[in-house]
């Protein structure tokens, strides 16, 4: 079964003359199904746009609701840097993917201001994103996943 550049179908053909009526449209002949025992279909096309629509295909089939970021803050973050952080977090989270955020461990710092730090990011980010984990160590770092209301 044969399927020329158009769509149209042109019926059964002997491998040969579909491979001939390919070379003298000067494009290939790209086997659509193989079927053993029965009638493969095959179509009249170029091989290297079939492939790069289907390569297309597979990149929007994943989408970008499925891209994690991860964002560190360090427990000494001051209010105005937290601020602008916070805004590039919120406008990659309106495009749909999910974020991590991350409260680094520096040297010389106490537990207790990672925390506060830690409550400062999720009280403002919970205007415009829901927590999907809870809070958790992971070694010496407090980490929180995100994602848009």
Do not use: C, H
């Not at 790069?52 to 000494?76: I, Q």
């Not at 409260?103 to 009280?123: C, D, R, Y």
């Amino acid at each position: 079964m044969v399927i020329d550049e158009l769509g149209n179908n042109l019926g059964e053909m002997d491998r040969l003359d579909a491979l001939n009526l390919a070379k003298s449209k000067e494009l290939d002949l790209i086997i659509v199904s193989a079927k053993e025992g029965s009638a493969s279909v095959a179509k009249i096309g170029d091989i290297a746009k079939s492939k790069y629509e289907k390569t297309k295909k597979l990149r929007k089939s994943k989408g970008k609701s499925s891209e994690m970021k991860e964002w560190w803050f360090k427990p000494s973050i001051q209010e105005r840097d937290l601020v602008i952080r916070l805004e590039k977090i919120k406008k990659f989270l309106s495009k749909g993917g999910t974020a991590k955020l991350t409260v680094k461990f520096v040297k010389k710092t106490m537990p207790a201001q990672m925390g506060e730090t830690m409550a400062k990011i999720t009280q403002n980010i919970n205007m415009y994103a829901k927590p999907i984990s809870d809070v958790a160590r992971e070694g010496k770092n407090l980490s929180i996943i995100v994602k848009a209301l």
